[in-house]
């Protein structure tokens, strides 16, 4: 759900699942997670309107979640439908 912070600035809070199988040693392994992620100011009204459970190619950095946290969050700097 598209918000804006306290400066007006468009931001959307989702959580990303990732699933694929990773080499590793010579052995498959599947590799599965999610985690938290943000997309601010212009590309969270795309990201806002994609479609849920799609498939999507990210590009981004991770940040704590705050300044004092241990948590990370992926900032969505663009991304593609794959």
Known sequence: MLRYTPAGLPIVNAVLQHRSQQMEAGIARLTEFEIAAVAAG???SRFSQAAL???YEFRGFLAKKSRN???LVFHIIDFRAV
């Open 53 to 55: 459970g799609g498939m």
């Open 69 to 71: 946290s241990k948590s």
């Open 42 to 44: 212009e590309i969270s």
